[in-house]
């Protein structure tokens, strides 16, 4: 273990994975509920259209939120076709009201039919205890009412060696136990060891310069590679350094790292 690389992860890791995170970043959106079900259902709307700009990625899921009444989990369970009709007019770069439509529908179902966003992760873990397994069966789920073709760009396949980056979000808001409660720690049956790195621009290229990952495709082999050198530094909680890599990659911490 690269010790000096230790020490440098874990000081970026406490400064940066800290209450004032919330207010920059997605996660504030579940952080409006304390009911378990909205929380959850928030965060899963919240990290779908969690790319690009985080200023934009709030307000539009500030608005869509707004469009359920501020009431998500009522929202998906109760919704009618003429109630979906709010969110038609949705738009978040390439996400519009069809996926969004779809997206809300496949939650109504998921939580009707399938015993909720926790269940249906732990039953893919459950097959194999990998959170590979967990982000396959919860998309075969998700895409099992008919639908656009369109709208699956929306949800990473890892089976298509996605990085699934979003998915990957989810799971680490809603599996890591946070004493500085940025994360929320809801679902126990995963564990945190089998977290999976969210990857994304800013935590790539950090981990290349850091030489965490040698892999230029930002994927799953990558996704893979990263956390596997990150269990080297915490094995019962490797994905607590998205907090570093994300943290020196937006505030420019290494020479050469810019998005």
């Known amino acids: 273990m690269n010790e000096i690389l230790k020490e440098l992860l874990d000081d970026r890791y406490l400064k940066y994975n800290v209450p004032a995170y919330i207010d920059a970043d997605p996660i504030q959106i579940p952080h409006l509920f304390s009911k ?26 500030r608005k869509l939120i707004s469009w359920m009444d501020n009431a998500p989990n009522d929202f ?24 969004c439509t779809y997206f809300l529908q496949a939650l109504q179902n998921i939580y009707i039919h399938h015993g909720g966003l926790e269940r249906v992760f732990q039953q893919g873990f459950d097959t194999d205890k990998t959170v590979y397994s967990a982000l396959q069966h919860f ?13 699956e760009k929306h949800v990473g396949d890892v089976t298509r060696n996605a990085a699934a980056k979003r998915l990957n979000m ?15 720690g809801l679902w126990n049956g995963i564990p945190t060891s089998a977290l999976m790195l969210p990857l994304d621009v800013h935590t790539g290229n950090v981990g290349r310069a850091l030489g965490l990952l ?6 799953w082999k990558a996704v893979k590679e990263i956390t596997e050198a ?30």
């Open 36 to 61: 378990k079900e909205d929380v959850e259902i928030a965060a899963f709307l919240a990290a779908a259209i969690a790319w690009g700009q985080r200023s934009t990625i709030i307000k539009n899921a």
């Open 76 to 99: 998906v369970m109760n919704a009618e076709e003429d109630d979906l009709k709010v969110v038609e007019k949705f738009v978040h770069r390439t996400f519009n009201g069809i996926d």
């Open 139 to 151: 998309r075969n789920v998700f895409f099992e009412l008919p639908h656009v073709r369109r709208t």
């Open 230 to 259: 990150l269990r080297q530094f915490d094995a019962k909680d490797p994905v607590k350094y998205d907090f570093a890599l994300f943290g020196m990659g937006l505030n420019h911490e290494l020479i050469g790292n810019s998005e």
């Open 214 to 219: 040698t892999r230029k495709q930002g994927d």
């Open 170 to 184: 989810l799971l680490r808001w809603m599996v890591r136990e946070d004493v500085q409660g940025v994360d929320f």
